[in-house]
Each structure stands twice: as structure tokens, then as C-alpha cells.
């Protein structure tokens, strides 16, 4: 069974003369498990895809199945316990006056778990931060920091999905690899699902087995990431993309 | 190389007076830039972007800027009257901040910004300045230059506007250009473009280039020589094209973690910050 | 010494150890900053005295602020034992002075206690619910701002009557919409922020987004405009009680003090005078204190 299944998917913004579609008709599904990657350049709508399963954009049409669940215009709490989401500025997905205990408690309070105490600790340990964060604010953390309390967050409930909107692209390339060694060390021990949206195809291609690629809102192409690092690319925009991401680094 | 650096400074500190003491962004970095490209990379906090603006004396109290000598072309920077400084900011000395949308006046035309950019550096008039400016917007690659004058900066996109920032920065024919991660808020297909463009007017014209940046790799495609930044000192430096003999293991942590697209990893190598790497003495980069 | 050292090391710890420890240090940090802003310290020292004074009020009087005494009128300050002089029926005006403190600030401490709260709640459910109710609430406030302040309190008090506790209250129902404005508009930032969107997605429901997570970043922000809007709420205490419609003679009430000098002001003139130098420090020191607090307060101090 797949954890996701999306089709025909169309998202926009704004209505009558000022509608601009963000997302056209686009259709894909991850199976359990799997780590499945958008890519694109910015504004081809691929953060909108994931908004737009989270329930952060009302205006949506199409199908989306989501751990088995048909979603409509609410999501329900259920929902919220088996999919979560990491969003991309580390400064801005915390809130500047709460304090890491707060955020991880109240998160877990919401989902009605118990004991959460001491499962705060464990959930600290999980990312790699100790208990000495546990009563900090979000100015005394470094940017790689605040992202793991934001995985943290994500994981308070215990999802089988987790949504991640260029989790690593305002970090520095050696907090990057901190970063992505723990979601990889996460997803072999959760089980978990991703859906990862970036624009760096090495980033996409290091935690991704699959990926679609995305211009003007619309899917190129999906494919393989082993297809891609062999240049079996088809469409000519993926190719581009390839090229101008391998000729920033050499 | 003979002639005398374009830039030339040795023992920069720059200090910021905190609530809990005195906190050193940049310690004791010393470079020359002559007629050539200078990288200078480094992470968040190694105190790159603090030693491009204190070349041209843009840190704001409480921050404080020390060095045994700071010189733009043999002229000293460090007692030169506010009144000098403005005339070198722009005028000798150009700086390209990170991302256009926030460097160009949203209410002005991009023409507007242009010719006050020059007319504030050059007595031309007004006919001449926007002539230049149709020039200069013709050599950053941008196509119907005349259209592009009467456009406000949001009808622009961020490659655009950045190759924009380029041409107002280039217009009065400055030495030296600090680009401080000039691409870093542009797509990877357009960063390249714009790059490309950047090498070439500064190759042609024989400026000095100082290119600040978080990303090794594109700082060695594009300089000659490289300075690394760690914790406000240089730990190394080296001719862009000998990077892969870098003995710095900070230098080669940051190579290692980049996610290779063709070599993938199972993990990515972690770098582990030695103390010792802060306390060691900065590396010069004076040639 | 050691165990205030102590303490201030305890309180300057990166590393909190408990939720208590965490809440003291970012305030002791908080007042580190406001304390380095020496304007604002003394803004916070002339707050402190005119408590302390209206507190004290019957022990540092030297007459009782209502005895009149028709022998002993305008005399000038310095006469007599009057420190400030007399008034026109001989009541004594540094007395009257310590007593008009505890009026005013009466009337500070319920006006802030009715207009911003009503802006924050108008504000915040206006920001956050968007649509239709935004538009309504939004309309009223309009109307609200779109009358003077004065001008509205004066209608307000014709209608409730003359007397303290109607000034307060047409003070508070024409002082709440710029906060719902202030409110309104720090919302419609905060909302689409992804630390509200992480929390929506971990099921919390409106309330609990608008009164945990918003108003916190809010209250914030209305707390400094309260401080710099005190000046004006005491004046327009003080002009209702000028105009005869705030507090009602013989309360010492600095406004209606004023207006009872005013006859006198070119022979007399500290019977007029010294309120309204009272008024003056009591307004410029919350507006000191104002500012010091946005130093503090200002949600964007990040790092």
C-alpha cells in the first residue's frame, strides 16, 4: 500500500482575475517506506505540494490519499499523528519566546501522549541534543540546533510520514551533513516515510530514491535517483538541471 | 604582480562589545588583493562577511574595526573622514550583497537607481548617464536594455535582478568588487549565468575580486586564489586549482560534506571542530 | 558578595536547568537591557517616586489636601509652610499634588486594565479569523478612530454623566481601537509564520493558537504603545477634568487643579503651574519608559 497517493492535484492562490495557479495537475505516489524527492527551481510550486498535504493551503483540488486517509477540506487530528513536516528557515519554525521544553511538551500534550517527562529526554537524545538544550529559547541555539529541535517536533507524536521543505538549505554544507545523517539514521529507526522538497539535486539524491522533478508547477518527469546519477534522464529540463548542478562543483 | 596591491591589509581584527565582554568577529586576518580574483570562504559566524564590510568600513557601533594597516590602493582606510569613504564606497570600492531584493530601492526605476549610481560618482550628464547604463545593462547579459531602465525592481526576476546589481555596481568603474555571496538566493541554473557574467567584467576591466562565500566548490571555480575562514581567522589558503591538495582538515571536512550527485555516500563525513583550530594563528594571504 | 555572584550566574547560564531558571534569566536579561538605557531608568525612577508618593500619601502630606483655609489663599510657594504654595481657597498644593498622584493613577491603572485588553482580544480574533468577522470588527474599530478622542469621551461622559469612573470609561471606549489596529496587524505577520503553522499541524485548535502562541508575541508590542499612550490618557483625564467632566471639585484631581488655577494664572501662577508640571514629568517619564521597554520587549531581538 502506498503512504501517499496523490492525483490530479491542482493548488492556486488567489480567485477570479488574480488566480495563479501554483500547481497543475499533478499526480505521484510514495510507497511505505520510501523516500520520495521534489525537486525544481524556485516558484515550480514544489513547497506548494507539501502545503498543500499538510492542510496549510485551503485551495486545492484532486485526490489526495494520505496514510490511508482520503483528505477533504479539514484534516483530522488523526491525520496530524502520522504526518508531520520540517519547514526550511530553522529561525522562523520556532517560536521566539517559547523555550525547547515548551515547544516538545506541548506538542506531545496535543497529541495525548503520557509520560512526557521523560520522553522529552529520549526525543533530545533521538537528534542528537542533550538535556543541557532542554530549557533553552531559540536565540541561544545555532541554526543546526533549532533544526533538530524542529525534527524533534516533528517526531513528538511518532509518524509514519514526515514532510520536509528544504530541511538543510539555510544551514552551513557541514551542519547540512549533520543534519542529513539524522534524518537518515531516523528513517531506518521510525520506519518513517519522507516526502522532501530541495533544490539541490545532491542533497535530493543523498536521502531520495525516487524524485520528481518540477517546472512551472507541473511535473517533467519522475524518476529514479539511480537513473539520474546515470544521466538516463529523458526530458531535456532534468538534464539541464543535472548539468548546471554538477558544473557548480567542479 | 608587480605594481602595488589594490587592497592591502594586515592584522584586521573587528570587535563587538557584548553585555558579557568583548566578542572578536574577525581576528588578526591579513590579505592583499591585487589584480585578481581572492575567495574567501566560510561558514556562518567565521566572520567572512564582517572582514568584506570592514574594507570598507561598514560596521555599524558598537562594532569597531582594528588593524595595523588597512589600504585601498596605498590610501588608508582606517582614518580616511566618513566624507572620503563615500566617495571610495561605489566609486573605487563596489560591494554585491547576497540577495537584489533587498539592495535595490523598491521605488525606484531600475534606470533611476542606475544613473543616480553613477551621476553620484562622475559629473556626466544625465542623457550620458543613462547611455552608460544601457551599455553596462547590455554587457550583464541582459536582453531589450531599454525596457528593462523603466522597470520597477519587483518586475524583475532575482537573476535579472542581481545581474542588475552587477551593472550599478560596475558603472563607475571601481578597482575592487566584494561580492558577498552575490548568487546565494538564486536558482543553480541562473547562479552560474550570473557568475559567469561577474568573471568576465571583472577579467576584462582588471579589477580586483573578492568573493565571499559559504560554497568551496563555486569559490574555486571561480578565483585564483583562496582564503579559509574559521572562527574570524584564515586557517588556509591556496591556489584555487591545488584545493584537492588542501591540508587543513577543517579544508577538507567542508569538501567531504557536500552530498556528491555521482559519488553518494551511505553517510556523509561530519567535520569535528578541533579547539585547537580556533586558537592557531591566522594564516596570512598576503602575496 | 558570593551569593549574589551566585545568583547572577545562576541567572546567566546558557544551560537552564529547570522551566524556572529558564523564565528568570530571560528576564533578568531583559532588565540587564533596560537598565543599560539610563533615559528609560530614570523614566522608571519617576514612576517609582510618584507610587511610592501616592502610597504614602497621607504620611508625606503636611496639611490635609481638603481643608480650606480663606486666610491663608494664594499664598506663593515657599510661604508660609506651604511648599507649593496655596490655592485660591487656601488648600495646600504639594498635599493636593500627593493625593491628585493617587487619582491618576487610578485612572492609568483601570484604563490599561479595559482598552488594550479589549484591542489585543478585538485585534487578534479580527487577524487570525480573517473573512467576514475581520471586515466587522475591522469596520467598528474604524468608527471608533474615526471620531477626536476627546470630542468621543465627551459625548461618553454627557450621556454617563460627570465623575471619575465615566471619565475612565470613556477613556478606555476611545482608547482601545489603536491597540486592535496594533494587534490586528502583528497578527496577520505572526499567522502565517511556520512556527503557527507547526503548531496548527500538531492539531492545536484557533483558541489555543490565538491566546498561547499569538498573543504572547503581541502583548509585547501593546505594552510599549500603552506606555507611550499613558502621557495621553493623563492629559485626557486632565482635560475632562479641566472641562469640568472628569473628577468633580474638591477631588485634587491634577486636571481639574488646573482649571481652578487658571483664573488666577496671571496673578497666581503655580496654582496652575505646578499640577501641570506634574502632569508633564508623570507623561515624560512613561514615555522614557516606553521607549526603554521596546529596547527590551522588541520581538525581534533574536539572536
Known amino acids: 500500500m502506498s503512504a501517499i497517493d496523490i492525483r490530479n492535484l491542482d493548488v492556486w492562490f488567489g480567485h477570479g482575475a488574480d488566480r495563479s495557479d501554483a500547481v497543475r495537475d499533478v499526480s505521484f505516489q510514495v510507497a511505505d517506506g520510501e523516500s520520495f524527492g521534489l525537486v525544481g527551481e524556485s516558484g515550480s510550486g514544489k513547497s506548494t505540494i507539501l502545503r498543500a498535504i499538510a492542510g496549510l493551503v485551503p485551495t486545492w483540488s484532486g485526490q489526495m490519499t494520505v496514510a490511508g486517509e482520503a483528505l477533504g477540506a479539514r484534516r483530522s487530528k488523526a491525520f496530524y499523528r502520522k504526518v508531520q513536516m520540517v519547514f526550511q528557515d530553522p529561525y522562523a519554525s520556532l517560536h521566539p519566546r517559547q523555550t525547547v521544553d515548551r515547544v516538545l511538551s506541548e506538542a506531545m500534550a496535543l497529541h495525548g501522549v503520557q509520560d512526557i517527562d521523560t520522553r522529552i529526554g529520549r526525543l533530545l537524545d533521538d537528534v542528537g541534543l542533550g538535556p543541557g538544550f532542554r530549557f533553552r529559547y531559540p536565540h541561544q541555539l545555532s541554526g543546526g540546533q533549532r533544526q533538530r529541535v524542529a525534527i524533534a517536533r516533528a517526531l513528538a507524536c511518532d509518524p509514519a510520514i514526515v514532510l520536509l521543505d528544504e530541511p538543510t538549505s539555510a544551514l552551513d554544507v557541514s551542519v547540512q551533513a549533520e543534519i542529513l545523517n539524522l534524518l537518515t539514521d531516523l528513517r531506518q529507526e521510525h520506519k518513517l516515510t519522507y516526502v522532501m522538497v530541495s533544490h539541490d539535486l545532491g542533497v535530493v539524491g543523498h536521502l531520495c530514491e525516487r524524485i520528481g522533478v518540477m517546472q512551472e508547477g507541473r511535473f517533467v518527469e519522475v524518476l529514479a535517483v539511480d537513473d539520474m546519477r546515470r544521466q538516463k534522464a529523458r526530458e531535456p529540463y532534468t538534464r539541464h538541471l543535472l548539468e548546471s548542478s554538477i558544473n557548480s562543483i567542479r | ?287 | 558578595m558570593t551569593t549574589s555572584q551566585g545568583l547572577r550566574q545562576w541567572l546567566l547560564s546558557e544551560e537552564p536547568t529547570s522551566r524556572r531558571q529558564a523564565r528568570f534569566a530571560a528576564w533578568y536579561k531583559g532588565w540587564l537591557t533596560f537598565r543599560s538605557n539610563t533615559l528609560a531608568m530614570l523614566g522608571l525612577m519617576v514612576l517609582a517616586i510618584l507610587i511610592l508618593a501616592a502610597i504614602f500619601a497621607p504620611l508625606l502630606a503636611t496639611q490635609d489636601p481638603f481643608t480650606q483655609d480663606l486666610g491663608q489663599r494664594l499664598l506663593a510657594p515657599g510661604e508660609g509652610n506651604h511648599l507649593f504654595g496655596t490655592d485660591s481657597l487656601g488648600r495646600d498644593i504639594y498635599s493636593r499634588l500627593l493625593y491628585g498622584a493617587r487619582i491618576s493613577l487610578y485612572i492609568v491603572a483601570l484604563v490599561v486594565m479595559v482598552a488594550p485588553v479589549v484591542g489585543l482580544i478585538v485585534g487578534t480574533v479580527a487577524g487570525y479569523a480573517g473573512g467576514w468577522i475581520d471586515v466587522l470588527l475591522m469596520r467598528i474599530t474604524d468608527i471608533f478612530l474615526a471620531f477626536p478622542r476627546l470630542i468621543l469621551a465627551l459625548a461618553f461622559v454627557a450621556a454617563l454623566g460627570a465623575g471619575i469612573e465615566n471619565a475612565v470609561l470613556a477613556i478606555s471606549l476611545t482608547a482601545w481601537p489603536p491597540y486592535a489596529r496594533i494587534a490586528r496587524a502583528e497578527t496577520l505577520t505572526i499567522r502565517n509564520s511556520d512556527y503557527i503553522h507547526a503548531i496548527k499541524l500538531q492539531g492545536a485548535g484557533p483558541l489555543r493558537i490565538v491566546t498561547r502562541h499569538i498573543w504572547p508575541l503581541c502583548i509585547s508590542s501593546l505594552v510599549i504603545r500603552v506606555t507611550l499612550d499613558m502621557a495621553g490618557i493623563i492629559l485626557t483625564a486632565a482635560g475632562l477634568g479641566f472641562l469640568g467632566l472628569g473628577a468633580q471639585p474638591p477631588s485634587p484631581e491634577w486636571g481639574a487643579m488646573i482649571s481652578e488655577g487658571r483664573k488666577y494664572i496671571l496673578d497666581s501662577w503655580w496654582v496652575a503651574t505646578i499640577p501641570g508640571i506634574a502632569i508633564f514629568a508623570i507623561s515624560l517619564a512613561f514615555n522614557l519608559l516606553g521607549d526603554g521597554l521596546r529596547d527590551v520587549l522588541d520581538p525581534k531581538e533574536g539572536n
Open chain 2, 1 to 287: 604582480m608587480t605594481q602595488a596591491p589594490l587592497l592591502d591589509v594586515e592584522n584586521l581584527w573587528v570587535r563587538f562589545q557584548t553585555r558579557t565582554g568583548v566578542f572578536d568577529a574577525v581576528r588578526g586576518v591579513s590579505f592583499t588583493l591585487g589584480r585578481e580574483r581572492l575567495g574567501i570562504v566560510g561558514e556562518s559566524g567565521s566572520g567572512k562577511s564582517m572582514t568584506g564590510r570592514a574594507v570598507l568600513r561598514l560596521i555599524r557601533p558598537p562594532g569597531m574595526i582594528e588593524a595595523d594597516r588597512l589600504e585601498v590602493h596605498g590610501e588608508d582606510i582606517l582614518t580616511a573622514p566618513e566624507k572620503r569613504m563615500r566617495q571610495l564606497r561605489g566609486g573605487r570600492v563596489s560591494m554585491i550583497m547576497q540577495d537584489p531584493k533587498f539592495s535595490l530601492n523598491p521605488v525606484m526605476t531600475v534606470g533611476q537607481q542606475l544613473v543616480e549610481a553613477l551621476r553620484a560618482h562622475e559629473p556626466v550628464s544625465r542623457g550620458e548617464a543613462r547611455k552608460r547604463a544601457l551599455e553596462m545593462l547590455d554587457e550583464v547579459a541582459i536582453r531589450d536594455p531599454a525596457r528593462v531602465l523603466d522597470l520597477y525592481p519587483h518586475e524583475v526576476s532575482g537573476g535579472m535582478g542581481q545581474r542588475i546589481m552587477i551593472a550599478m555596481m560596475l558603472l563607475p568603474n571601481p578597482e575592487i568588487l566584494i561580492a558577498d555571496e552575490p548568487t546565494s538566493a538564486l536558482d543553480v541554473s541562473v547562479q552560474l549565468q550570473v557568475l559567469d557574467i561577474m568573471d568576465k567584467l571583472v577579467r576584462d576591466r582588471g579589477m580586483g575580486l573578492m568573493f565571499i562565500s559559504h560554497d568551496l566548490n563555486l569559490v574555486a571555480k571561480f578565483c585564483d586564489r583562496i582564503a579559509i575562514m574559521y572562527a574570524g581567522r584564515i586557517v588556509e589558503t591556496c591556489k584555487a586549482g591545488e584545493l584537492r591538495n588542501a591540508q587543513h582538515p577543517y579544508t577538507l571536512g567542508l569538501l567531504n560534506s557536500v552530498p556528491d550527485l555521482e559519488h553518494p555516500r551511505a553517510r556523509l563525513e561530519v567535520l569535528k571542530r578541533d579547539p585547537a583550530w580556533r586558537e592557531a594563528p591566522s594564516v596570512s594571504a598576503r602575496t
